[in-house]
């Protein structure tokens, strides 16, 4: 059961959060430091679709803290902070922090789980702040027999850019969640969908996506230490509004519309495939290393968002 409800807290605290960072289900207080190096084979700003079309290295490191309180045994209240950022050795306009801050406050009824989680984070692009996010979300969690543990949540989510409001928007999202586990709990496949209605100042960017995700991850033991696999594959697919601009007179359009417009050949659809597999491979009872790679296949109306990427990228990890 502990396991389960270990999971449950996971896929909400980790939606926002790094890869690298874990939930515990024990009170307490837990963080962890990573540093690596990574090769990205075409730089991007995702939520720009501003892709560089050149390739680079970069020093990418994560910290993150986390405490856990349990005042009751059915009541979990979790606390988090969690930084990451890359450092790119030519393209240095696109080095990026991010921020994240998160709360999760859970109370489990048996069988059911209710809960809440909130998350703010805010990113840096060149060292100039760039995009504070901000979701709320509410969830219900279930064990269905002894191996399957299903998940809804609601979420209200709001973006802000630094640099002009056009893209500034107002989210309303629903996901959904199975987790199947076997092999005495040390494998599990978790199998998502997630659902979002974006309302853009600008209606040139409000849109609609869905996103289908599944992942398997296996744990073992190598030489002795606590090990883990995830092969993880994603695919969105996000349909545009077709929008009618009109110019009045002597009332310029602002940059970002102008940009979109002359770029724009009918309705925007981007779609994207991406797989990723990573290891977490034990070396002691603090460090581990990591190595990962990945590959997405970009599709879209919009030239500047129609690409392919690889990334691969080891780090060093010191969990306390």
Known sequence: MRVIQRMSICSVVLGLATPAMQVQADAGLNGYWSGGLEHDSNVTVDELNASSGQSDE????????????????ALNLTLGYDLSGR??????QFDQDIHLLSADLSYDFDPVTVGASYHYSYATLDSDRFLD??????????????????????????????????????????????????????????????????????????????????????????????????LSWRYEDQEYDEVVITVEDNRPLNDFLTRDLAERTGQRVDKSRVIEASWRLGLNEVFSLEPR????????????????RWVAGVALRAGF
């Open 87 to 92: 450092r790119y050795h030519n393209l240095d």
């Open 133 to 230: 996010f901000r979701r709320t979300s509410l969830y219900l969690g279930s064990l269905i027999g002894e191996n399957v543990y299903l998940m809804a949540s609601v979420q209200d989510k709001s973006k802000e850019f630094d640099a002009g409001t056009a893209r500034d928007s107002d989210i309303r999202g629903g996901s959904f969640d199975a987790f199947f586990f076997f092999n005495q709990a040390r494998s599990n496949l978790i199998l998502g969908v997630d659902l979002d209605d974006e309302d853009a100042r600008s209606d040139a960017y409000d849109n609609r996506l869905i996103r289908f995700r599944a992942a398997l991850v296996h744990r073992f033991v190598l030489a002795g230490q606590d090990s883990r696999f995830r």
């Open 58 to 73: 970069a020093w990418v490191l994560g910290a993150g803290l986390e405490g856990v309180l349990k005042p009751t045994k």
């Open 293 to 308: 790679v990945s590959y997405g296949h970009y599709t879209s109306t919009l030239d500047s968002a129609d690409y392919d």
